[in-house]
């Protein structure tokens, strides 16, 4: 067992142990000292996570932002519907405010740019049960970190590229989320945007290089844009958002690919794994800030007994959930993957689902006057 797995595996025990007691004594509001298992706890946390502190005084903030965090985490898991846990995680030294400020990108005030076609499709078509993007060989790329850089609607809007470019031309590529904060005109690098800013900068741009060509950076430092440069590897026709309609989406994903949406990740901040499933009131579905790419769905088997001790079923129960490709790095969430339950609008969804038109580049024929 590598290091990193034995902290996990310790940090979860421990922590199972303490959520609970921490959860009763927040709620008393108890101000007790610390137990010493839970500094043990929140130690290797840091040492799992490389975090270090300027100074003792800020030390014991993050221990009281920790420790608070570990009570919601508890209280997220007893109100929680769907199967979801909540737990320590890569942000739980981090207030709700600084993960926000950190992860989120700003609000749509308005609708997507006018001009761009809405799309429709037919509500009564046939869809299947599941659908798994990630099964096809050379069509989902792999989970990527965006560090301080709030482009997730950049990273969202790559994704989307490429999945939708590996199941047209049967080519796998890596496009450059570089390229899309460095000559984006629309949105604000580093400092977050939309992912119809993305698709407005390949469109203006004729494309997109390689990851391979013009690597992301991570830093939050603007960059001149090197567009020029590099040999294009991808191109998109237009883009369009699909109805607000969980069934339309599913449908459209399973005949067309992978599609971004942009959802309120508030609940992300504590997710291990599992499907979330929440009440508007814990995850408001209209203030969305987090865009990720929705790779498939499929449902979750549950059995509920008839009673205590019974060896009998009463009824078994399915969970639909939604499956969507994170920018947080593989050690968050199910390897950067997560699940949102299908069929209510969990987390806003359904608010702006948007996807590219990838194809070649139409070749244009030079025009003359007639004689």
């Not at 996990?8 to 007691?21: E, K, N, Y």
């Not at 430092?221 to 090197?226: A, E, I, L, P, V």
Request: charged share 20%.
């Amino acid at each position: 067992m590598t290091r990193t797995a034995h902290l996990c595996c310790l940090l979860a025990l421990l922590v199972a142990g303490l959520a609970q007691g921490i959860g009763s004594s927040l709620r008393a509001q108890d101000p007790g000292t610390r137990p010493l298992e839970l500094k043990e706890v929140f130690r290797l946390f840091q040492i799992q996570f490389n975090r270090s502190y300027s100074n003792p005084a800020e030390q014991a903030r993050r221990l009281d932002i920790f420790t608070h965090n570990l009570a919601q985490a508890q209280r997220l898991q007893e109100e929680g519907l769907g199967t979801a846990e909540f737990g320590v995680t890569p942000f739980s030294d981090l207030t709700e405010e600084e993960f926000g400020q950190l992860y989120g990108h700003r609000r749509a005030t308005g609708g997507i740019p006018v001009g761009r076609k809405v799309g429709s499709e037919n509500q009564g078509a046939s869809t299947p049960a599941t659908c798994d993007w990630r099964k096809a060989a050379g069509i989902i790329s792999s989970i990527k970190d965006q560090k301080n850089c709030k482009c997730c609607w950049a990273m969202a809007a790559a994704g989307n590229i490429e999945s939708l470019w590996g199941i047209k031309h049967h080519q796998s590529v890596e496009v450059s989320v570089q390229e899309l904060l460095d000559c984006d005109r629309c949105g604000d690098g580093c400092s977050g945007g939309f992912v119809w800013d993305a698709f407005i900068t390949v469109l203006n741009n004729s494309g997109l290089a390689s990851e391979k060509d013009y690597p992301f950076r991570g830093d939050t430092k603007t960059h001149r844009c090197q567009a020029r440069k590099y040999k294009k590897v991808a191109w998109i026709q237009d883009f369009l958002m699909l109805p607000d309609n969980e069934q339309i989406m599913a449908h459209h994903l399973a005949t067309h690919g992978p599609i971004t949406v942009t959802i309120n990740m508030k609940l992300l901040q504590q997710y291990q794994k599992g499907v979330i499933r929440a009440k508007p009131s814990t995850c408001d579905p209209r203030q969305v800030n987090h865009s990720v790419l929705l790779v498939g769905f499929g449902r979750t088997k549950s059995v509920e007994w008839a009673e205590t001790g019974s060896s009998q079923p009463q009824s078994r129960r399915f969970t639909s959930y939604w499956i969507l490709k994170n920018s947080w790095g593989a050690d968050w969430g199910e390897v950067g993957y997560f699940r949102l339950h299908r069929g209510s609008n969990t987390c806003g969804i359904t608010k702006y689902p948007l996807t590219a038109r990838v194809d070649l580049p139409v070749k244009k024929h030079p025009v003359s006057c007639p004689p």
